[in-house]
């Protein structure tokens, strides 16, 4: 059973939208912090955004602010990205990551922070 499974990336044209959900399985999925990361081609991890246990707590990457935005529903044990007005530099993979509380930013790209980590889907933006 995987922990975390990502989907709903796809080729969007820029301007366009895309709501990616991740759905977590075998653990506590209301006690953690779930957070996004993105990896775009020949480059490094880049965190997107973040999500307190409850909902609380939201933060974004300047780059995305006032274009993404992040919610959970924890009966559902999944959390949303919802990406609006896309860009071309938005294009990359996209992981999910879950963590037992607040990872401050310079642990935010270390894999080995977060309890689980997705296997990630692809958002392409490209006309």
């Known amino acids: 059973q995987v922990p975390l499974v990502e989907s709903g990336g796809d080729l969007v044209q820029p301007g366009g939208s895309l709501r990616l959900s991740c759905s977590a399985s075998?653990?506590?999925?209301?006690?953690?912090?779930m957070y996004w990361v993105r990896q775009a081609p020949g480059k490094g991890l880049e965190w997107v955004s973040r999500?307190?246990?409850?909902?609380?707590?939201?933060a974004y990457a300047d780059s995305v602010k006032a274009r993404f935005t992040i919610s959970r529903d924890n009966p559902k044990n999944t959390v949303y990205l919802q990406m609006n007005s896309l860009k071309p530099e938005d294009t990359g993979m996209y992981y999910c990551?879950?963590?037992?509380?607040?990872?401050?930013?310079?642990?935010?790209?270390?894999?080995?922070?977060?309890?689980?980590w997705g296997q990630g889907t692809q958002v392409t933006v490209s006309s």
């Open positions: 075998g653990f506590a999925f209301s006690n953690y912090w």
């Open positions: 990551a879950a963590a037992t509380g607040y990872l401050p930013m310079q642990d935010r790209l270390q894999k080995e922070r977060y309890q689980y």
């Open positions: 999500i307190g246990s409850s909902g609380e707590s939201i």
